[in-house]
């Protein structure tokens, strides 16, 4: 049975817009003007038990505000939902007890204090039993190699270390359903390459079951097999990662290496999109691919040949792009 179910879910926000001028204000005092923003357009997944998928999209795409109706933060406009049985934003205690939300641009932790105080403001807000939460933080002190900074102020700490006690502050009621929102975000390559461990660890440990929203494709890469790609609020792909160059990828990068040079006339086969002395990249439709290169090979004496997807990351980027003139035609 799904653990996350998401039908129809919308949220249409309502942002007041301000008049320019002074007598635009003032008549703003009498007769306010909303605009209307659709952050959430009729979004429909179901996520099994032990899954860790990743909500995939660009800035403003509505993946925080998927992530706060699923955790009982705002109400939906329209569409309902259900996690671990319960509806979010009715926020039952015994919801609230099984689930944990960590975003990366807002801190939970006092600032001044160590990371320490906080996690035991945690325990008594979850009343956990103490042995319980003394074995779940060694556990997790241990795992994100934090042990030796629980007792220094939060403040001092880096970017990667904070996100750390965060996630520790996050999982010492070792909840079933666990929601990131962007959990690397600003981080260094280092430091995010050591949060998607931890995370994938974590993961495999504890099968909790994980929504990790991102605008990083490596984040994606390490830890999801799954993925749904929301855009201007829609969600335009839900499946394997490996399967977005079948749906959105046109073509494949065709690499030919010639004896000599290159010969004339290759661009009645794709676009040609590099030549350096013998080798040439030519971009092909895929499902042109092979008589392509069958009117090549016949042609030409070819030394050597490769045909690819095209990276992943510009795939992603050109399916971004299309949701954004697909808004600006609407
Ligand atoms: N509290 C809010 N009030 C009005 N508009 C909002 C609010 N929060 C988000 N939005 C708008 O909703 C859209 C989706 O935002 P968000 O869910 O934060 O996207 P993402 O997390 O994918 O970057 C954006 O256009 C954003 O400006
Ligand atoms: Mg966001």
New binding site residues.
Partial sequence: MAIIEADGLS?T???FQKREGVLGALRGLFHREYKE?R??DRVSFTIEPGEMVAFL??????????L?MLSGLIDPSSGSASVLGFTPWKRDDAFRRRFALVMGQKNQLWWDLPASDSFMLHKEIYSIPEAQFQSTLDELTELLEVKHLTRQAVRELSLGERMKMELIAALLHQPSVLLL??PTIGLDVVAQVRIQNCLREYHKRRGVTVIL?S?YMRDVEALCDRVLV?TR?KLVYDGLLSGIHDRFAGMKLVRLEFFESVPEGLERYGEISRIEGPVVDLKVDRDRVAEALGAILDGHAVADLSVQDPPLEQVIARVFEEGRSDHEAA
Avoid: L
């Fill in positions: 949220k926000y309502r942002v923003v952050a959430v999209g660009p800035n403003g795409a509505g993946k925080t505000t998927t706060k929102d962007e929203t605008h929301i609020g």
